[in-house]
């Protein structure tokens, strides 16, 4: 009967045992789980970012790296600001706060166009061969041409006309928009009416230039033909005398 007794009891120790190792060993998987959970640095605000600070200003000194769990991260929390490079933030981001790619956008001053610091944004309208078949996209830098007409040195002579030269604009300028194409009515010829012409596709480019480039440009438009040129990184441009009728072929 004793014996009895004494192997119920030991049965009831290494029952209560076995219980407690389990409780401590899923305690302890619990704790090593959660540890072990993947962790992203991810961008957090140092100090208040008032609305429509832009992203260089954020960049200086305005966040810090901090790792969090990425199961209690927004799906668009930002790592870095490339992402959001030249955007503005849209609301007050608090101390404390992780930053969103949702939070930034272009400044509405520009109307949805990011316009590089201390530059102006204007368009201006060509054709097909003029604006390099298509190929100028948002980002590419062109030489601009101008042609026109120049006073003739036989000044008030009976029949005389004005010289046509083309000159270069502009020797390197960066186009920041490409509108849609849209048709242009057809040039005057001197065709039959019998042989309609047809309308000449044009798109309108905007750059981006200073004051003193913008006001040559307008005035280009207003009195001349402009012609793109497609520039590469190695392209070599500068200023020159421009050629006319006269020195074409020389």
């Given at each position: 009967?004793?014996?009895?007794?004494?192997?119920?009891?030991?049965?009831?120790?290494?029952?209560?045992?076995?219980?407690?190792?389990?409780?401590?060993?899923?305690?302890?998987?619990?704790?090593?789980?959660?540890?072990?959970?993947?962790?992203?640095?991810?961008?957090?605000?140092?100090a208040r970012i008032p609305a429509g600070t832009?992203?260089?200003?954020?960049?200086?000194?305005?966040?810090?790296?901090?790792?969090?769990?990425?199961?209690?991260?927004?799906?668009?929390?930002?790592?870095?600001?490339?992402?959001?490079?030249?955007?503005?933030?849209?609301?007050?981001?608090?101390?404390?706060?992780?930053?969103?790619?949702?939070?930034?956008?272009?400044?509405?001053?520009?109307?949805?166009?990011?316009?590089?610091?201390?530059?102006?944004?204007?368009?201006?309208?060509?054709?097909?061969?003029?604006?390099?078949?298509?190929?100028?996209?948002?980002?590419?830098?062109?030489?601009?041409?101008?042609?026109?007409?120049v006073a003739s040195g036989a000044t008030g002579?009976?029949?005389?006309?004005?010289?046509?030269?083309?000159?270069?604009?502009?020797?390197?300028?960066?186009?920041?928009?490409?509108?849609?194409?849209?048709?242009?009515?057809?040039?005057?010829?001197?065709?039959?009416?019998?042989?309609?012409?047809?309308?000449?596709?044009?798109?309108?480019?905007?750059?981006?230039?200073?004051?003193?480039?913008?006001?040559?440009?307008?005035?280009?438009?207003?009195?001349?033909?402009?012609?793109?040129?497609?520039?590469?990184?190695?392209?070599?441009?500068?200023?020159?005398?421009?050629?006319n009728d006269g020195t074409l072929f020389r």
């Amino acid at each position: 009967m004793r014996a009895r007794k004494s192997a119920l009891l030991l049965s009831l120790v290494v029952a209560l045992v076995g219980t407690l190792l389990v409780a401590s060993y899923v305690k302890h998987s619990d704790a090593s789980a959660a540890t072990a959970e993947t962790k992203i640095s991810v961008l957090v605000a140092k100090a208040r970012i008032p609305a429509g600070t832009d992203s260089k200003a954020v960049a200086a000194g305005l966040t810090q790296l901090v790792a969090m769990p990425k199961s209690t991260l927004p799906l668009d929390a930002l790592t870095d600001l490339t992402t959001v490079e030249s955007l503005v933030a849209v609301s007050d981001v608090f101390p404390g706060q992780v930053l969103v790619r949702a939070g930034f956008a272009p400044s509405p001053n520009s109307g949805g166009l990011t316009i590089p610091k201390g530059k102006l944004a204007v368009s201006v309208q060509l054709g097909d061969p003029q604006r390099v078949a298509g190929f100028v996209l948002p980002g590419s830098e062109v030489a601009v041409f101008d042609t026109r007409s120049v006073a003739s040195g036989a000044t008030g002579a009976a029949g005389a006309q004005d010289a046509v030269e083309t000159r270069t604009l502009f020797a390197r300028v960066t186009v920041i928009a490409v509108g849609p194409t849209a048709l242009q009515p057809p040039p005057t010829t001197t065709k039959k009416a019998a042989e309609p012409e047809k309308a000449v596709p044009a798109a309108i480019l905007t750059l981006a230039v200073d004051q003193g480039e913008a006001e040559r440009l307008v005035q280009a438009t207003q009195t001349g033909k402009l012609y793109f040129a497609l520039l590469s990184r190695d392209s070599k441009t500068g200023s020159s005398a421009g050629v006319n009728d006269g020195t074409l072929f020389r």
